[in-house]
């Protein structure tokens, strides 16, 4: 399947639900909103005709101060699906509201979400609801705050021995 | 001065011309430089030529910690584990720039030149350095060695 079919058969199927899409370097991106993000998931992993098996990368952005994004949600999900059966691939993104950073958890979709998740959670500090083990992934539990949120201070070092900054 | 020192002298420079061609190293290997160590290590640039041929993986049978590789502040307290686990007496090198200012990873995750959770003897920068600059450190370490008072 093409890019635009993927699309538009996603279009099809929840019609309002889809809030947009875009093609960036032929990177074929659908925009949905956090409540039906799941059922969106769901579908691509369940459809005949998608069959997107494969939870090729899952990430978050801090639009803190992006231009011209100042009355969007702060952060986005975003999910990058392969299918290896079709070989074709989509991109799925969703906003997260600041005060409310909850995302439900894609593990029971795709085991790879469990690893991916508590490393959004380490990052950018993005709970993801029912995750069965949200640590943080990458970096120690002592750390305080979430480094690639743009509001993290760049000098800001947090080292476990040794003089701090 | 007197017979004693005249002893103590002689039997430093032994002690030192034996060291500094018996360095058993413990290669703390976390990045990229591994690739350069390696090459040094092998046979083309040998550095066994200047006796530091066998690496002992365990630090309580090494003499001189090589640090190679970025050490992010996760990594430090293991670093400085293994430091403290090794005998008397003990040297450190710096392998590369990471090791001996954090280089390009000035961010969060990277402790900002080793010499901040233990002593440094030898810096050997670049990104990674070359064969010829790590055997340049490994000489200059010998030299170190060498001289001065030894501890036994």
Same mark, same amino acid.
């Given at each position: ?47 005949? /005709?998608?069959?997107? &098996?494969?939870?090729?990368? +899952? ?7 992006? $231009?011209? =994004?100042? %009355? ?56 993801? /609801?029912?995750?069965? &083990?949200?640590?943080?992934? +990458? ?7 979430? $480094?690639? =949120?743009? %509001? ?14 | ?152």
């Amino acid at each position: 399947m093409q890019g635009p079919d993927i699309l538009a058969r996603l279009q099809e199927r929840f019609g309002a639900a889809v809030l947009a899409t875009h093609a960036e370097h032929g990177d074929h991106t659908l925009l949905v909103g956090l409540g039906t993000l799941l059922e969106v998931l769901r579908f691509c992993r369940d459809d005949a /005709a998608l069959q997107f &098996d494969m939870l090729m990368d +899952l990430t978050a952005v801090d639009y803190l101060t992006y $231009p011209g =994004r100042e %009355d969007t949600p702060r952060f986005e999900v975003v999910y990058h699906l392969y299918s290896v059966p079709h070989n074709h691939r989509v991109r799925i993104k969703a906003g997260v509201e600041e005060d409310a950073p909850v995302v439900p958890t894609a593990v029971p979709l795709w085991p790879i979400a469990n690893w991916l998740e508590r490393e959004v959670w380490d990052m950018y500090g993005l709970r993801f /609801a029912e995750h069965p &083990d949200l640590r943080r992934l +990458l970096l120690y539990e002592q750390f305080e705050g979430h $480094p690639l =949120r743009k %509001d993290y201070p760049v000098t800001r070092r947090q080292p476990l021995i040794g003089p701090r900054n | 001065m007197g017979v004693a020192d005249f002893f103590t002298t002689k039997l430093d420079a032994a002690l030192g011309w034996a060291r500094k061609y018996s360095i058993f190293q413990y290669p703390f290997v976390t990045a990229c430089c591994g690739m350069e160590y390696m090459a040094t290590a092998c046979s083309h640039y040998d550095v066994d030529r200047f006796g530091a041929g066998l690496p002992r993986f365990s630090p309580r049978q090494a003499d001189v910690l090589f640090v190679v590789g970025t050490i992010s502040h996760k990594m430090a307290p293991v670093l400085r584990r293994v430091y403290d686990q090794m005998t008397e007496p003990k040297w450190v090198v710096a392998f590369g720039v990471c090791t001996c200012t954090g280089g390009f990873y000035d961010n969060y995750a990277t402790v900002q030149g080793i010499d901040t959770i233990l002593p440094v003897d030898v810096y050997i920068p670049g990104c990674p350095p070359r064969p010829e600059s790590v055997l340049d450190g490994l000489m200059k370490l010998q030299d170190k060695i060498a001289v001065g008072r030894q501890r036994y």
